[in-house]
């Protein structure tokens, strides 16, 4: 045997723990899903082949709603947490005196176990004597008490808001550490020239953070599509439906009511919208890194 | 001038005004919660429930953190198996990763890009996705309301950012040190043990670190559906349970949530700098 393939086999012995684990835990449930959409296997121990039928069935009206509402709340939530955490990092780039006790400020939803932190919001969507309804009330903006959760349209974006604040710390911290891989001496030339603060910001900034801008989307556009924590807390998809996204519809659907073949068909359907966006993600960041190496 | 800010970074003072006006909004967003949830936790329930809302409390008192432990009487336990599961975890991802991070900074050999894609991809199905077979699995493991339902699928979601984290570090490691230790006979088993693992330990710490605060936040999910028993019941799900009540005693549990988040937040403080690298060379995919 020769070096180089000593090498190899010393890597893939490396590598075999990391290998086997993944493909048993993430690997064959994702087979497994697939053959389960086929069957109509439930508590049950035995179970039979069923075809099509449960992708029939969730091809209906209610489903389909579904999909929209996933793709609304997901669109409103990547969006707010892209300009709030992009113009968070701006502000916490700035040379003020305290931005580095700022920074470790902006931390805190990120770090903490993220259902104590949807708890707290429970709290504040309360109707009767949460902070935000009372605030509300005191400032006389509105004329009796607001239980956010209570309805579907405010539990909807009261869902998305939650969403945001747990997102928000990783996109200002990733686009802070992007702003601040920007060239110091590109900005002292332009500032030489005379450029001004905002045409800095537009014509060296802006242009390139693009690339961690659009990385950032993609990896919150995963995130998001999957969350499940923040709208099972709050609301557990309800009232009537109105916070109910995919995840929380197949959870309900396999873990609730005990259906594994028509759950694994809506988990094979959001698979396939995962993996979309992913062969997007890996497509755009592939272009940007060829043309950064131009 | 060489001494002061240099007058490309000078605000002018409204710019500055600005700036920390920013600042304060975005602040106000980020810490609101907790500062609502403190403020409610040092209110007396009878306070808590009256109109008009007083966002100042009136009479507070750290009582609720006393009889707290009355009310929820796991509370002890549940934080010593968050601990426990994220401890565990931590340890299992690290006996994964870290021979898998060398070979991956290291080796050339077949296949080697489209395997650590194949390592990150693993990100896209974490939660619900996968949550039917994994119940199944568990199930014919007969694992189900252990402590393993909740560590063996959480591990596999914290493999791919500890890879990508502890590959980046290794990257930086100069290669003449291990080819240094071939010349001189040493075997590649004995050099990764020796030579490698030494040199890697800041790397291993930083990765360690990232990895349990991921686990100790994200326990949801799995200990939700893969475990019923009280005893073995992480913080997040044994506080559910009581924030699930018709009658939610607020302030004892806001009172609870900030003891439960107390390690976190002693972790920010004394370790942030490590954290803020870690955490976002590992967003970067």
New interface residues.
């Given amino acids: 045997m020769n070096a180089k393939k000593s090498a190899i086999l010393f890597a893939w012995l490396l590598l075999a723990p990391a290998v086997l684990y993944i493909s048993i835990i993430v690997i064959y449930p994702l087979i497994d899903t697939v053959h389960l959409s086929f069957t109509n296997a439930s508590l049950r121990k035995t179970y039979a082949y069923v075809g099509w039928l449960n992708y029939e069935k969730i091809f209906n009206e209610t489903f389909a709603g579904v999909i929209l509402r996933t793709f609304i709340w997901t669109f409103f939530s990547v969006l707010t947490k892209m300009v709030i955490g992009t113009c968070g990092a701006l502000l916490l780039n700035s040379a003020v005196p305290g931005r580095a006790l700022f920074r470790i400020l902006t931390m805190p939803p990120w770090i903490v176990p993220m259902a104590i932190g949807i708890f707290m919001w429970g709290w504040m969507y309360n109707g009767q004597f949460g902070m935000i309804s009372g605030l509300l009330q005191n400032w006389g903006l509105v004329d009796g008490p607001v239980a956010f959760l209570a309805y579907g349209e405010t539990a909807f974006w009261a869902t998305i808001i939650t969403d945001v604040w747990i997102g928000v710390p990783m996109v200002t911290l990733y686009m802070l550490a992007a702003i601040q891989s920007v060239p110091q001496d590109l900005y002292e030339a332009a500032w030489t020239d005379g450029a001004g603060r905002f045409y800095r910001f537009r014509r060296i900034t802006l242009p390139l953070i693009v690339p961690a801008l659009i990385t950032m989307s993609m990896i919150s556009l995963i995130s998001t599509f999957n969350s499940f924590d923040i709208i099972w807390i709050l609301t557990q998809g309800g009232p009537s439906g109105s916070t109910t996204t995919m995840i929380i519809d197949t959870y309900k659907t396999a873990i609730g009511s005990y259906k594994y073949g028509e759950g694994a068909a809506r988990a094979v359907l959001i698979c396939i919208f995962l993996s979309i966006f992913s062969y997007a993600y890996f497509r755009v960041t592939s272009r940007i890194s060829m043309e950064s190496a131009r | 001038m060489s001494t002061s800010?240099p007058?490309?970074?000078r605000?002018k003072w409204y710019?500055?005004i600005g700036?920390?006006c920013?600042?304060a909004l975005?602040?106000i967003?980020?810490?609101?919660?907790?500062v609502?949830?403190f403020l409610?936790s040092l209110k007396p329930l009878s306070r808590?429930?009256?109109?008009?809302?007083?966002?100042w409390p009136e009479h507070g008192s750290f009582a609720a953190y006393s009889t707290m432990w009355e009310s929820v009487p796991g509370f002890a336990r549940y934080v010593f198996n968050?601990l426990f599961i994220s401890g565990v975890a931590t340890v299992v991802v690290l006996?994964?990763?870290v021979?898998?991070a060398?070979?991956?900074a290291?080796?050339?050999?077949?296949g080697r890009g489209p395997?650590l894609?194949?390592?990150l991809?693993?990100?896209?199905?974490?939660?619900?996705?996968?949550?039917?077979?994994?119940?199944?699995?568990m199930r014919s493991m007969g694992v189900l309301n252990t402590y393993w339902a909740m560590i063996?699928?959480g591990?596999?979601f914290l493999?791919p950012t500890a890879?990508w984290l502890l590959r980046t570090y290794m990257l930086r490691i100069p290669k003449e040190l291990e080819e240094a230790a071939y010349v001189d006979g040493a075997s590649?088993?004995y050099t990764?043990r020796r030579v490698i693992l030494p040199l890697a330990m800041p790397g291993i710490t930083v990765v360690a670190i990232t990895t349990f605060?991921n686990a100790?936040?994200?326990?949801?999910?799995y200990a939700?559906?893969f475990n019923s028993k009280t005893d073995y019941m992480p913080?997040?799900?044994g506080?559910?349970a009581y924030?699930g009540r018709q009658e939610v005693i607020?302030n004892e549990?806001?009172a609870a949530?900030f003891v439960?988040?107390a390690p976190?937040?002693i972790?920010?403080?004394f370790l942030?700098r490590h954290?803020?690298s870690g955490?976002?060379a590992g967003?970067?995919?």
């Fill in positions: 800010t007058m490309i970074n605000y710019e500055i700036i920390y920013g600042i975005f602040l967003f980020v810490l609101s919660p907790f609502e949830g409610v808590l429930f009256s109109s008009p809302y007083r966002f968050s006996m994964l990763v021979p898998a060398y070979a991956f290291r080796f050339r050999f077949p395997l894609g194949a390592f991809a693993v990100n896209m199905f974490s939660g619900a996705v996968l949550i039917i077979p994994l119940f199944r699995l063996v699928p591990v596999a493999i890879i590649r088993l990764f605060i100790y936040s994200q326990q949801f999910i939700l559906t913080l997040p799900i506080l559910f924030f607020w549990l806001m949530s439960g988040i976190a937040m972790v920010i403080f942030q954290l803020v955490l976002t967003a970067v995919k």
